[in-house]
């Protein structure tokens, strides 16, 4: 008898259980973000002038910091590191990172459809003289970390010419720090050195 109890217990909470996982991966499923909610996120979230953070913040880069065009620019919160607003009547994102230097650059995000948005783009007008084209990885995206990857539809980023790869855009919890990774791609690889800065906002 007692086995038997056992038994109806044991099976019981492994019922519970399955039934406890079943709704977690539900709920994890609703709270799947979509393209439109990234694009609306970083809209809400970016559009702001941020100032390049002091050198102790500048951690887990390659240096990108250090060069000579914008090192006057660390720890100045005076002077807008990078910057971000909507054109378009809301339908692009402007990204213009270290304006009014010799790294200035420009990306703009938008969707395929803004009426209809299942898939969030990005071109990145480089210093290095190219325009790679991005898509949003939702897979490693958040709704603290925006993730874009290569369009592997392009020449450019099959090729072996030297090219921003990898986008990703980490915000503190606060909102109020940015560390924005521009990971560097050379003959089918990464890069020793990339473009990764940290930010606080204006």
């Not at 086995?3 to 609703?30: C, D, H, N, R, Y």
Request: include cysteine; hydrophobic fraction near 35%.
């Amino acid at each position: 008898m007692k086995s038997m109890l056992l038994f109806f217990i044991v099976v019981g909470a492994m019922i519970f259980t399955a039934l406890q996982a079943k709704e977690e991966v539900k709920k994890a499923e609703a709270e799947k973000l979509t393209p439109m909610d990234v694009y609306e996120r970083m809209s809400f979230v970016l559009s702001d002038s941020w100032y390049l953070s002091a050198e102790e913040e500048q951690i887990g880069t390659t240096g990108a910091h250090k060069k000579e065009a914008i090192a006057h620019l660390v720890g100045n919160d005076k002077a807008v590191g990078t910057k971000y607003k909507l054109i378009g009547r809301g339908a692009t994102l402007e990204e213009v990172l270290l304006p009014n230097t010799a790294k200035s650059m420009v990306t703009m995000y938008h969707c395929n459809s803004y009426t209809n948005c299942t898939q969030l783009k990005a071109t990145h007008y480089c210093a290095k003289q190219n325009q790679p084209e991005f898509l949003l990885n939702l897979k490693e995206t958040t709704n603290n970390k925006f993730v874009f990857d290569c369009d592997m539809s392009t020449e450019l980023c099959n090729s072996d010419e030297d090219h921003i790869h990898k986008m990703i855009f980490e915000l503190s919890e606060e909102d109020s720090h940015l560390k924005a990774s521009y990971l560097a791609w050379k003959d089918k690889k990464l890069k020793d050195k990339h473009s990764i800065y940290h930010f606080d906002r204006m």
